[in-house]
C-alpha cells in the first residue's frame, strides 16, 4: 500500500491535475465588488477586503498538481492513516519540493488555508515543514527564527496542554524530525545570535525584546516536559523488569500508552542527549540515556536518521571524557551499520545528512584510534585511511605535527556547540562591553581542553616503541633513547617516572564494555554495576597489550599477543562467494548457433545403432546374481 501510495504521488509530480474541482474547497473570496460610495464601509473591512483578493490570488499562481497534493495530505491527517500520511510526508513532499520549491518557499499557511478549511492543527504541522524547508534549502531571516520559535510553541502546547491525549497520529520519522529540526533551529538560532557584529537596528531591537525566544530554558521544558508526560522512562523500567503487557500501559497512563506521546517522549530523551552535548555538560548526557540500551532492539533503530545521531553524540561524548575504548567501540559499531545499509537509503531525503555524519565519526574514530590503538575491522581502517591519511599518520607519529592534525579532525568532526547564555542585548552598555572583550568561541574552548590531553600523551607512542623492544630495560638507557631536552641534557630520573606514570595513565580507561567484563575474574559485581548505571557507568580496564613495572633501576616489560582473528576474514569471503554464486545463476545460459544444432542432430541421426551395454564404473564386468 505504501509503495502504491508513493507511486500515486510520484505521477501527481508529471501530470496535471485533469479532475476534481479545487473551487469548492477555496471559496468565493473576493467575488463581491467595492463601492467607494458606501461611507459605513470602515479602512479594516475594506483592508480585509484587499487582503482577501491578494489570498486569492497568490493561491491562483499555486500549481494544481501541490493544491492536489494538500488536500490528500489533508484528508490523511484527518482520518490518521498512516500509510497515506508516510507516502505524502517523505515521497510526494520532497518531490514537490524538487520541482517546484528547489529555490524558494512553499506557499504560507493562510493562502493554502481555504485548501483545508482552516484546519488549525494542520495549518501548524504545515509550518513545521514549511521552515524545515526555509532553514535546509533557504536562508531564515529574523522574523523565520521568530515564528518558527512561535509554531514549535503552538505545536507542543497543543500536544502537552490539550484536555486528555490529541487524537493525532503521525509516522515515528516525522516525529522524530519534529524534536531533531526542534533542536537545529535552537542550534541555529543561538550560532546566529552571538554574532553581535552582523546584526542590523531592527534585529537588535527584537533581540532586545525577545530575551525569551529560544532560550535554554525553553527548550530543555519541552524536553523534559515531553518525557515526564509520555512516562517513557518508567515505561522502559518495566519492561527491563519483565512485566506484563497491561502492567507496562499501566504503568505508562493514558499518554504513554499512545504511540504518538510514547515515541515523542522517547524521541526526546536522544534530543535531551544533543541538547546537553551541545551545551558541554557531557556527563550528564549520558545521564539521561540511563534507560536506553545501544542494541538492535532499541526504539531509535526504527529510523535511521535518529539511529545515526544517536550513536555520534553518545561516542562524542565518551571521547570528551577521555572514555576511548568505548568511543571506538561504539563508532565501529555505527559504521559498521552504515556500510551495511548504503543501499538502501541512495533515495531517501536523508541520504546525505547520514553520510556527512557518517564522514564526521571517521574522523573522531581517527582520532580515538590514535590516542588508544586497538584492533579495528579492516573495511574501516582502509576507509580511515582513504579519507584521513595525512591525519592519521600525523596523529600516530606523536611528534610536533601531531597536534594540528588533532585540531583540524576535532573541528571537522565536532558538534557546533552553542553558549547557554546570549549577548547582553537588553542592555546596550553591557553589549558594547560584551564587544570590546567576546568571550571565547565554544568549540575553540572545547578544542583547548580536548589538546590539552593530547599534549599530555604526546609523548607516549614513542615511549612505547622503545619499550616493545625489549624485555626489561636499565632506566638510564631508556632515558638515554628519548630525546633530549631543551636545555640539551637528557631524561632526568624524576621526568622518566613521570613519562612511564604518563603511559600507565594512558593504557588505563573506564570501559562498560560487558564482553571485557565477564572474561575477566571476579567481575561479576563490576559488570552489575556497570550496567545498572547506564552508558556513563563502567570500570576500569587495560586498552594496551603493553605492561611494565620499574623494579628500582631497572624497567620489566610484559607483551600480550593477541592471535589473528579468522572470523571476519571468513564472513567476508562467505558473502563474497555468495555474490558471485548468485550472479552466475542470474546470468541466463548462452543461446547455442541453429547451424550448429542442426549439423549435430544430423551426425546423430546417421551414426548406425549399437548395441553396446553401458558402462559401468567397475569396468564392465559381470555379476551374477
Not at 503552538?154 to 497520529?169: H, K, R
Not at 510514547?262 to 551541545?278: D, T
Not at 593504557?507 to 561479576?524: H, P, Q, Y
Not at 564472513?571 to 546470468?587: G, K, W
Request: glycine letters at 4%.
Amino acid at each position: 500500500m505504501a509503495a502504491h501510495r508513493a507511486n500515486y504521488y510520484e505521477q501527481e509530480v508529471e501530470e496535471e491535475l485533469v479532475d476534481g474541482n479545487l473551487d469548492i474547497p477555496i471559496g468565493n473570496y473576493g467575488q463581491t465588488f467595492y463601492d467607494p460610495e458606501q461611507p459605513q464601509v470602515s479602512e479594516a473591512a475594506l483592508a480585509q477586503f484587499q487582503q482577501q483578493i491578494a489570498q486569492q490570488a497568490a493561491l491562483a499562481q499555486i500549481p494544481d498538481v501541490v493544491k492536489r497534493f494538500i488536500i490528500h495530505f489533508h484528508q490523511a491527517i484527518i482520518t490518521n492513516n498512516l500509510v497515506e500520511i508516510s507516502a505524502a510526508y517523505e515521497s510526494g513532499w520532497t518531490r514537490l519540493t524538487e520541482k517546484y520549491y528547489k529555490t524558494t518557499e512553499w506557499p504560507e499557511a493562510e493562502i493554502i488555508a481555504p485548501l483545508v478549511g482552516d484546519d488549525q492543527i494542520f495549518l501548524v504541522l504545515y509550518r513545521e515543514l514549511y521552515y524545515r524547508h526555509v532553514y535546509s534549502r533557504l536562508s531564515p531571516n529574523v522574523d523565520d527564527r521568530f515564528h518558527s520559535y512561535e509554531n514549535s510553541c503552538e505545536l507542543f502546547n497543543y500536544l502537552l496542554n490539550s484536555e486528555g491525549p490529541v487524537a493525532l497520529a503521525l509516522p515515528d520519522i516525522w516525529l522524530w524530525d519534529i524534536i531533531d529540526e526542534f533542536i537545529y533551529q535552537f542550534q541555529s538560532f543561538c550560532v546566529w545570535r552571538t554574532k553581535v557584529q552582523l546584526k542590523t537596528d531592527e534585529e537588535l531591537a527584537m533581540l532586545a525584546e525577545g530575551t525569551q525566544i529560544w532560550s535554554c530554558y525553553s527548550v530543555l521544558n519541552v524536553l523534559y516536559s515531553l518525557i515526564s508526560k509520555s512516562k517513557i522512562n518508567e515505561y522502559m523500567e518495566a519492561q527491563r523488569r519483565g512485566l506484563s503487557p497491561e502492567e507496562i500501559n499501566e504503568i505508562a497512563g493514558e499518554y504513554g500508552s499512545k504511540p504518538l506521546y510514547k515515541m515523542l517522549g522517547y524521541f526526546s530523551i536522544i534530543g535531551l542527549l544533543r541538547v546537553h552535548v551541545l551545551l558541554g555538560d557531557f556527563t550528564l548526557a549520558l545521564k539521561v540515556m540511563n534507560n536506553i540500551e545501544l542494541n538492535t532492539k532499541a526504539f531509535f533503530t526504527r529510523v535511521t536518521a535518529c539511529h545515526v545521531a544517536t550513536y555520534y553524540y553518545v561516542g562524542f561524548c565518551y571521547l570528551a571524557l577521555r572514555r576511548y575504548p568505548d568511543a571506538s567501540r561504539t563508532f565501529t559499531s555505527i559504521l559498521n551499520f552504515i556500510s551495511r545499509m548504503r543501499q538502501y537509503h541512495t533515495r531517501s531525503y536523508q541520504y546525505d545528512q547520514i553520510n556527512k555524519t557518517g564522514d564526521r565519526m571517521y574522523a573522531l574514530l581517527a582520532m580515538c584510534h590514535s590516542l588508544s590503538p586497538s584492533r579495528l575491522d579492516e573495511n574501516i581502517m582502509s576507509v580511515i585511511k582513504e579519507k584521513f591519511n595525512d591525519q592519521f599518520n600525523r596523529m600516530l607519529r606523536g611528534d610536533n605535527e601531531s597536534p594540528p592534525a588533532f585540531e583540524e579532525l576535532f573541528l571537522f568532526s565536532c558538534p557546533k556547540f552553542i553558549s547557554a547564555n546570549p549577548p547582553p542585548y537588553h542592555d546596550p552598555e553591557l553589549l558594547q562591553l560584551y564587544l570590546q572583550e567576546p568571550p571565547v568561541d565554544p568549540a575553540q574552548r572545547h578544542l583547548t581542553i580536548f589538546l590539552s590531553n593530547v599534549q599530555l600523551a604526546s609523548s607516549v607512542p614513542t615511549l612505547r616503541s622503545f619499550l616493545k623492544l625489549y624485555k626489561s630495560l636499565d632506566a638510564k638507557k631508556l632515558a638515554g633513547f628519548l630525546d633530549k631536552s631543551e636545555n640539551g641534557e637528557g631524561f632526568g630520573e624524576e621526568e622518566l617516572v613521570q613519562q612511564m606514570m604518563v603511559l600507565k595513565q594512558a593504557s588505563r580507561s573506564v570501559s562498560n564494555a560487558k564482553a571485557e567484563s565477564a572474561t575477566s575474574g571476579g567481575a561479576g559485581s563490576a559488570d552489575k554495576e556497570a550496567e545498572s548505571s547506564g552508558l556513563l557507568g563502567g570500570h576500569v580496564v587495560s586498552t594496551s597489550d603493553l605492561d611494565f613495572v620499574i623494579d628500582q633501576n631497572m624497567v620489566h616489560i610484559v607483551e600480550s599477543t593477541i592471535g589473528r582473528r579468522f572470523g571476519g576474514w571468513f564472513i567476508r569471503n562467505t558473502e563474497h562467494t555468495q555474490r558471485v554464486f548468485d550472479n552466475i545463476r542470474s546470468t541466463p545460459l548462452p543461446v547455442p548457433d541453429k547451424t550448429t544444432t542442426a549439423e549435430t542432430t544430423t551426425t546423430k541421426s546417421q551414426a548406425p545403432a549399437t548395441n553396446s551395454k553401458p558402462k559401468v564404473a567397475w569396468g564392465g564386468i559381470n555379476v551374477k546374481a
